[in-house]
């Protein structure tokens, strides 16, 4: 189906196909993201390609499946680039260094026991898979981000953004954004570099150098973005700020340097100037149109026959690091002096895993053939895959009865939080 005089076509099918599948998430209240997935799967090669429609229904006026499946088109392949640059670049304009540097020390603790915890146990399943430290490290990256779109657009929808249990769960999430940041150069040097640590080793300074201007940049460069968009026109922010987040990405990208964290700065250094409400009403669409085309990409190249091979690891993986957020998520709220059901709401409110899972995921396809072999690649990537479709509906169900969950669970902790009676003396 993907020719030039079906070009068009294809592109309103796709969307079509997103619409429908994000009017079906919310009317079950689930987020939208595994529905973009799997609708990208159902009208690709893997599944619509192969039934053959004139075996099935005994008839010939109906092409086969492989004449309707959408293939990945170069405007599907770049509008998932571009997902993934507006998903980071509002990320970092949340991010306010003001903000960071004032709430430091319980980001920090609350992270680093987010990290100790659910980074560590990534590693240790990643080496008893796959036996090699790239796998391990990239598995390691997939089980330990949290989704930053799923958790705010929840907080938003659950009210929970105004509760006290909000802090912990953003302040934890900006800790993971800003190592994931570093992690993405780090994985794509190695990855794309041939998995070697040391022929990696110039890719990586590269990397750590470019993330380094753009820090400079965001701290020394709030009045130029400030002068960029004194404008009294819509549109003149919306294409000023686009084509200075899409050059820097492709500018990092051009160097070997991930475009996700160079969107995720670029985003930074917006967040100190006075358009931050503009800049989300007005781009807030144009985030949701190409994350929405990123997410049905990732179906679209995905084979769920795939996820047969890597159903155990899927499975072992979820046993192991639901419980693993939930406990370091606990320990969060305790961080920041929540009481004991608070302190349970945060564990349950960071359990669901997305978009950065597969963006680590796609660096793992790229990497196919290079710093990973084929077969270890594809495993990685369908297992991001189906651990995500399966953790995003999982963490969403559980911040949706949390209620339920917390009346059961909070009288347990706080019955062992209570002193032991000393006999008496009498």
């Known amino acids: 189906m993907a020719t030039e005089t079906t070009a068009l076509i294809d592109i309103g099918v796709l969307f079509a196909a997103v619409a429908l599948a994000g009017l079906l998430a919310n009317r079950i209240n689930q987020s939208v993201i595994p529905f973009y997935i ?7 090669e893997y599944v619509l390609g192969d039934i053959d ?5 005994g008839t010939d006026l109906i092409p086969h499946g492989s004449e309707l499946a959408l ?18 670049f509002f990320l970092g304009l949340e991010f306010n260094l003001e903000r960071l540097i004032a709430a430091k020390e319980k980001i920090g603790k609350a992270g680093t026991w987010d990290l100790g915890i659910n980074f560590g146990i990534g590693l240790v399943l990643g080496w008893v898979l796959f036996g090699e430290f790239l796998p391990a490290f990239l598995t390691a990256g997939i089980v330990y981000i949290s989704s930053s779109a799923i958790i705010t657009k929840s907080l938003i929808d659950l009210g929970w953004i105004a509760n006290d249990e909000s802090d912990p769960m953003l302040g934890t999430l900006v800790y993971e954004d800003l190592f994931i940041a570093v992690y993405l150069a780090i994985a794509s040097a190695l990855v794309l570099g041939g998995g070697d640590v040391g022929e990696a080793l110039g890719q990586i300074g590269i990397a750590v150098g470019f993330i380094l201007v753009l820090l400079l940049l965001v701290y020394f460069g709030t009045e130029w973005f400030q002068r ?3 404008t009294d026109s819509h549109e003149f922010i919306v294409l000023r700020a686009l084509g200075i987040t899409v050059l820097v990405s492709g500018a990092a990208l051009a160097l070997g340097v991930s475009e996700a964290v160079a969107a995720f700065f670029v985003g930074m250094a917006f967040s100190s100037t006075t358009h931050v409400h503009d800049l989300e009403n007005l781009l807030e669409p144009v985030r949701d149109t190409f994350a929405a085309v990123f997410f049905f990409w990732i179906g679209l190249i995905t084979d769920p026959t795939l996820f047969l091979d890597v159903l155990w690891i899927i499975a072992a993986a979820v046993v192991l690091t639901a419980p693993s957020k939930l406990v370091s998520g606990y320990i969060g709220g305790q961080v ?40 270890v690649a594809n495993d990685i990537y369908a297992f991001a895959v189906g651990y995500v479709l399966f953790m995003s509906i999982l963490g969403t169900t559980l911040m949706q009865y949390s209620g339920k969950i917390e009346s059961v669970v909070v009288p347990r902790l706080e019955a062992r939080s209570e002193p032991t009676p000393q006999p008496s003396d009498d």
Request: net charge negative; aromatic share 6%; hydrophobic share 50%.
């Open 336 to 375: 920041y002096g929540l009481n004991e059901r608070r302190s349970v709401r945060v564990g349950l409110g960071m359990t669901t895993r997305g978009e950065f899972s597969l963006i680590i995921a796609s660096i793992a396809l790229a990497g196919a053939g290079t710093g990973l072999a084929e077969g």
């Open 228 to 230: 960029s968009l004194e």
């Open 53 to 57: 429609f004139p075996a099935l229904l």
């Open 38 to 44: 799997v609708i990208g799967m159902l009208l690709g």
């Open 71 to 88: 293939v990945e088109t170069d405007f599907i392949h770049l509008g998932a680039e571009l997902g993934i640059v507006m998903l980071l």
